[in-house]
């Protein structure tokens, strides 16, 4: 359950389960700052709570069962219990598995989750404890936090299910973005962690137009978003960018420091077929050439990438091109998954599905060549000064990130020595490197 909140409520108290990716936390985030701004309190147990909202991940078929399960527990602990995120997008599928909950909806339905809630508890009105920070209630550590600034997805990539969970792209304007992003960095964060299922798309659909930011116009595009956003002196790290050509036009930015030099651009594999069966823009060697063009214009860029290793029709040779690819490529951070069949994606139709043996001995070669190439990188960083910032510390340790790592997924700096608090910028050497890895200590 998510953290306690102090105070007495003024309405009842909920509890909550979030479930799933950084987009489903932000999910998570509004719901429960409206439950805060209307002046419910959030349960940390489940005894506590009124109602239970549960925010789900349909994403895998591991990720739904872990979603019916915490709705059966909630189910079982509680008895009410409202759920909501992207397996609610399959109402039948939660209803057959547990029919005594309360309401089910899909991802990004504040208005039905609140709706719900007030069924089940009814608001009072008293206007004195409708105050919550302006930034809202975050699940981030207090010094970083994601700034979503659209939903869903105009592509039909054939191994994602997102777009029929999530639907078409919605920007969200650009005048609540920027004064949401404003907030938090008054509020004390230091990182923005710009999230979307398809960030370089912003504004698409509302034909790029122009919002205000404190009375300014600026047009709901990514190029003029990450300008603003880097006016706000603290760090921006752009994620989930697909490699559209205008992405070009981000690297200037990021050259000159106005938001981090680090892009997080899946391109899934390099084999031309692949890619095309994947219904992903299939042109390996123009990546590369892009590559190029974008560490001649801002040579400390981190270029972070996902892979999918085994999709179906998947030959060696095409493994090789992969293989290949990354060899040439010399990508900063890379993931890499085996292809999962995840019910309803198109590519499940397609022939020659890989074996799980194979897929998985794939994996293994890809994340053995890269993690070679990422210690080779990596290594060039000893003896350098970077700025970092303090994640927590530990038994004489501070764990930190510097501007090659997004939380969660990348590495870490370790300052052995220091017991620093989390949230500060400091100016570290770094004095050693693994293949994951930095280490540093404290320059003045
Ligand atoms: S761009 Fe991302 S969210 Fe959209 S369909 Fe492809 S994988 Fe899914």
Known sequence: MSQATNGTPKNGRVGMISLGCPKALVDSERILTQLRTEGYEISPDYQGADVVVVNTCGFIDSAVEESLDAIGEAMEENGKVIVTGCLGADSERVLQAHPGVLAVSGPHAYKEVMTAVHAVSPPKHDPFLDLVPPQGIKLTPAHYAYLKISEGCNHRCSFC?????????????????????ENLAKAGVKELLVVSQDTSAYGVDVKYQT?????RPIKSHIQQLAEALGELGIWVRLHYVYPYPHVDKLIPLMAEGKILPYLDIPFQHASHRILKDMRRPAHAEKVLDRLKVWRDICPDITVRSTFITGFPGETEEDFETLLGFIKEARLNRVGCFTYSPVEGATANA????????VKQDRLERF????????AE?????????????????EDNLTIARSKMDAPEIDG????EGEMLEPGQFVDVEITR????????????
Do not use: C
């Open 433 to 444: 490197a693994d293949d994951h890895d930095l280490w540093g200590t404290i320059v003045e």
């Open 412 to 415: 870490v700096v370790h300052i």
């Open 161 to 181: 299910i997102i777009p029929s969970m999530r639907g078409d792209l919605v920007t969200r304007s650009i005048g609540e973005v920027m004064q949401e992003a």
């Open 377 to 393: 990188i990596l290594s060039t960083n000893v003896g350098k000064r970077m700025t970092v910032l303090t994640d927590s510390y």
């Open 350 to 357: 397609l022939p020659n599905h890989v074996p799980e043996d």
């Open 211 to 215: 919002g205000f930011w404190n009375g």
């Open 367 to 374: 994340m053995a060549v890269q993690a070679g190439i990422s």
